[in-house]
């Protein structure tokens, strides 16, 4: 059972990041879209008392995965998938981006959904681990990924990339 | 100290006492400051960045989804974007039109955007052959209990059937402050016409007659304290204007 209201809070945040992992608004507005229709189907398996934002989040995540498989060969681990939406300027490698969105586009897809979920979004570390269905620790892993290769996008020289996680006495 | 509390710190996942501890520990590491404050810059620009899409109306084929409605009234996939694609190519019309030399004046913030949004509303719904109504005429008092409620005072249908037009049903919208009711009537040309209901106008001031044009579409337009109607169609100026007046003359009469 979803409950109108809250579904109206939350509707705005999921068009938002819809937008900014997507790219261009029709095909982001498509996503939300098929959200909420797979939600209302499945909407008797949804509790009253669950946080359904992570709920919807979590549709449109599968949804993607659906997408983006029935887009690539299936040789690739989804892991490895770095996606170039067709909508999004292409840049060179080593230039330096000031362009957010350009920077945001160049990110593997897997790193992109953890960064606008924990930085645009808001979700806890631990929320991110259950919308996305991986560890806590890879949803870490991938954020200081996307951070670092962020950071060195938007910067004015090259900066090598320093990813791996390391604990520091 | 760890890369894990580092990120932590910058998203405020951090208890009170870690966050001072990790605020000590940067004073004295100048990378991991640098890294830190890049962080924080990358979340303030994306928020920035991506700020407006949370603000804005919802478009009507997402907006639709926040109606109550059993279940069966929803409509399903490849429907909803068929009528979606169409009522983009009704904006696109609307978008790419100069507006007509009589709305040149400059006008309050929430006047001009009541007659686009009311010619919007109109290119969306106008078109749809299947279920251009939520609530049809046939069930006229219902229609009136269930948008006198949402929208939080009476509003009741004007009768245009001297003028030549039949109401065919209502249905509520999203607006920027809250709901909107829109009341679908066609003549026997089939030529539809739409009566757009607001009661979000906080300017509280009262406005004459106004006309615009929005593409293909002829707007009369006027404020009555908190009240905004619009009333829109595809035809003629002089008979739209006629109908504006009939509508008015009515709803002024209401308590």
């Keep these: 059972m979803i409950e109108p209201r809250a579904l109206a809070t939350v509707l705005p945040s999921l068009r938002r990041y819809a937008r900014a992992l997507v790219g261009e608004p029709a095909a982001a507005d498509d996503l939300v879209q098929d959200t909420l229709e797979r939600a209302w189907t499945n909407a008797g398996r949804f509790r009253p008392d669950g946080d359904l934002r992570a709920w919807l989040f979590s549709i449109m995540h599968n949804l993607r995965i659906d997408g983006l498989r029935r887009a690539q060969p299936e040789t690739l681990p989804i892991e490895e998938l770095v996606t170039e939406p067709p909508q999004r300027a292409e840049q060179e490698d080593g230039l330096a981006l000031r362009d957010l969105d350009a920077a945001l586009a160049c990110l593997p897809e897997e790193q992109r959904a953890v960064l606008l979920l924990v930085a645009l979004e808001g979700l806890r570390y631990e929320e991110v681990a259950q919308v996305l269905r991986i560890p806590v620790g890879t949803v870490m892993s991938r954020l200081s990924r996307a951070r670092e290769r962020l950071r060195a996008s938007l910067s004015e020289q090259d900066t090598p990339l320093s990813p791996t996680l390391r604990i520091v006495k | ?255």
């Design chain 2, 1 to 255: 100290m760890n890369e894990a509390d580092l990120h932590a710190y910058v998203d405020g996942q951090l208890s009170e006492e870690r966050r001072a501890e990790v605020d000590a520990w940067l004073a004295g590491h100048a990378e991991d400051a640098a890294r830190v404050h890049a962080y924080l810059a990358q979340n303030h620009a994306l928020r920035r960045r991506y700020a407006g899409i949370a603000a804005e109306p919802l478009p009507p084929r997402l907006a639709q989804w926040l109606t109550p409605r059993p279940r069966r009234w929803l409509p399903f996939s490849s429907l909803g974007r068929i009528a979606a694609s169409m009522a983009l190519v009704g904006l696109g019309v609307l978008i790419g039109w100069q507006l007509a030399p009589e709305h040149t004046s400059p006008a309050p913030e929430s006047d001009a955007s009541l007659p686009r949004q009311a010619a919007v509303a109109h290119v969306v719904y106008s078109p749809d052959v299947r279920r251009p109504v939520e609530i049809g005429a046939d069930q006229e008092e219902q229609l009136v209990t269930w948008l006198s409620k949402r929208i939080g005072t009476p509003v009741r249908p004007p009768r245009l059937g001297e003028l030549g037009f039949e109401l065919i049903g209502g249905r509520l919208l999203p607006g920027a402050q809250g709901p909107v009711a829109q009341f679908m009537y066609h003549d026997a040309s089939g030529q539809r016409l739409t009566l757009y209901v607001s009661t979000e106008n906080t300017a509280n001031q009262e406005t004459a007659f106004r006309f615009a044009q929005e593409g293909p579409v002829n707007v009369y337009y006027w404020i009555d304290g908190r009240f905004g109607y619009a009333l829109s169609a595809g035809i003629e100026k002089e008979r739209l204007a006629r109908l504006a007046a009939a509508v008015h003359a009515q709803l002024t009469q209401q308590p």
